[in-house]
Every structure is written in C-alpha cells, then in structure tokens.
C-alpha cells in the first residue's frame, strides 16, 4: 500500500526560551547545517550559540505566533488537510525537527499499513541543511523501525511548471493594487562551502556568476542555481524587466561566506537608489515561518520604512493555496497510479 509523508522544518512547542533551547539544540547540532565535526559544532552551540540565541529566538517567535500555534506547523497541517481529500492514498505530516517527528509520521503510514512511502520534503529547492537531511534522517529511521518500508524520494520542484505557475500566479495575486517599484526575490542563505559540498562533478560550482548559467550535472543538487532559475522562470511568466526584480539570500549566521547578495543590505540600500515600494516573495520557503513573518515582513520593513521606503508588502508563502494543493495533490496521484 502506497502513501505519502510531506516534511517541513519545524518549530519549538511554544514561544518560550524553554521549547525554543532543545528545539534549536536539535537544529543547531544537525551536521548537515552546522557542517564542522562535533566536538566544534558542541562548543559552538552549547558553549556559545545557546547561551542567549534561545531568548532571543523565543522574542521573535512571541511576535508572530498564533492562537493556533506555530504558524508554519498550521500552515503545513492545513495543506495536509487540503491535498488528503484529493488524493487516493494516505498523506501524513511530520517535520524535521521538534515534536513532530519522522519516525511519528512514519509511524502513522505503518499503523494504516502504508509499505510504499511518498518522502516529500517541502523545500522547491535542493539544499544539504534542508532536502538532504530529511532524506537522511528518514533512512535511518526506516533502517531502524520500519525495514520493510520502500521510499521514493521526491526531488526538488524548482523548476517545475505547475510550481512555477503557482507561485507566479501567486504573486501576480498579492501584487494587485499595489504599485511597486521593485520585487525582490529573498532566499535563505546557505554557507558558500555548502554549494561545493554538494558538487557532485567537484569542478563546476566556483559561484564566479557564470557556473549557475553553465550546464551542468551539479545542478541537480545545486542550491544557488535552483533559486536563480526558480527567479527565471517565474519573472518570465511575470513579464517582468530587468530593472524591476532582483535576488537575495537572507538569514545568514556570522563568520562564514554566505550566498551573496545579503538580503538585509540590499532593502536598506533600496529607497537611496530610489526604490520607495518594495514587494518581497520568499521562494525558498512553501510555508510561511519565522524567516518569513517576522525577519521580512517585520524586520526587513522596518529597515526599509527607517531608511526612506515608503511601503512594503511581504508577500506570502504558497502556504494552503488551492492551487498549490491541487499541484501537490497531482503529483501524488501520478505516482499512487
């Protein structure tokens, strides 16, 4: 019997710094996003990061969170409830870090005796601290509890055309009356080293602005080149010019070269080149979160406003869209056949 296991991110069980400290702890010391060998990764997390960075992510996490809960556990559960109607197999919720485990979901399929596992990690884009880690955590997991179980992993949709019409049309929705001067493109940011790591060819990805346009085997697994064509793609159906979208990569962690150009120094730079209405869409993300509601729609304008911009719009994440769901619901239904 065949279902289907979408996973996200994650979130703390509440806004405080006490389900915010093992909920980062557990994030902080995947080695997949803090890539440095243990005993390095231990001290710079328990020994530094998590001595205030709870506090402050417990602060952050206050601001945006619902009566409900966690926004993007919400948002995620609501797309769940969405697609199981509209498909013929189970679909069961989990995310990578937090209560709601792997091995829970998993555990979910098996008990309504699912043998055929969907593994959907819920990232457009290919990246070894979000799509790989769910793939690896997921195997061990079945290793261990469920060896009977087959998983079929699904890739990165980035350049998927009834993604890319989605989110297209998404935008083209939000955009309605109002009358920006530019669209930003924001990205999470990853560590340089992190789009080497993931060369499977060793040789192409140098990020020299031209390896990302260059054909290439790499860009199966290639963060970076999946966001730029992601942009591609959707400013293409969007008709837009040059002149009027450009991309960034946000939330990056001091020390380290991060992807380039940074997204907090490109909207404060914005309203001196005169761009006074700024729209800003997050393709990185399918639901809204943290990165999203409180570091662009909060914070980001809030820089905009103090540096001369007029007005900002945050554009939302594809979230439990209909048509979102129904693509994801397509997909499904075309592998359950």
Not at 50 to 69: D, F, M, N, T, V
Not at 161 to 177: E, F, M, R, T, W
Request: hydrophobic residues 35%; negative net charge.
């Amino acid at each position: 019997m065949k279902g289907v296991l979408l996973v996200n991110l994650g979130s703390p069980d509440s806004p405080t710094p006490k389900d915010v400290k093992p909920y980062l702890d557990e994030f902080l010391m995947d080695k997949y996003v803090i890539d440095v060998p243990y005993l390095l990764r231990a001290l710079l997390v328990r020994g530094i990061i998590l001595r205030k960075r709870p506090e402050e992510s417990a602060h952050a996490y206050a601001k945006i969170w619902w009566e409900e809960g966690s926004p993007l556990v919400v948002l995620s559960e609501r797309m769940q409830k969405k697609v199981q109607p509209l498909v013929t197999v189970p679909v069961a919720l989990a995310m990578r870090y937090g209560s709601m485990t792997i091995e829970k979901g998993l555990q979910e399929l098996h008990d309504k005796g699912v043998t055929d596992v969907m593994l959907f990690p819920l990232y457009p884009q290919y990246a070894m601290a979000s799509t790989l880690t769910i793939l690896v955590k997921a195997e061990e997991i079945r290793k261990k509890k469920f060896p009977h179980m087959k998983f079929t992993d699904v890739p990165a949709f980035y350049n998927k055309p009834d993604y890319i019409k989605n989110l297209a049309d998404s935008i083209q929705k939000h955009l309605v009356g109002f009358d920006y001067d530019h669209l930003l493109f924001s990205y999470h940011g990853i560590p340089e080293r992190h789009i080497r790591k993931t060369d499977v060819t060793k040789s192409h990805c140098k990020i020299d602005g031209s390896c990302c346009n260059t054909p290439s085997p790499a860009h199966e697994f290639c963060y970076r080149h999946q966001c730029y064509e992601t942009t591609k793609q959707v400013v293409k159906l969007l008709g837009l010019p040059e002149d009027k979208y450009s991309l960034t990569f946000q939330s990056r962690l001091a020390g380290d070269k991060w992807l380039e150009p940074y997204t907090d120094v490109e909207i404060d730079n914005m309203p001196a080149k005169g761009i006074k209405k700024l729209a800003v869409v997050t393709p990185a993300f399918v639901s809204d979160c943290l990165e999203t509601l409180e570091e662009i729609a909060m914070r980001a304008k809030e820089d905009f406003e103090a540096n001369g911009g007029e007005e900002f719009l945050a554009i939302p994440c594809l979230n439990d869209d209909d048509e979102w769901c129904e693509t994801v619901s397509n997909w499904i239904n075309d592998w359950a056949k």
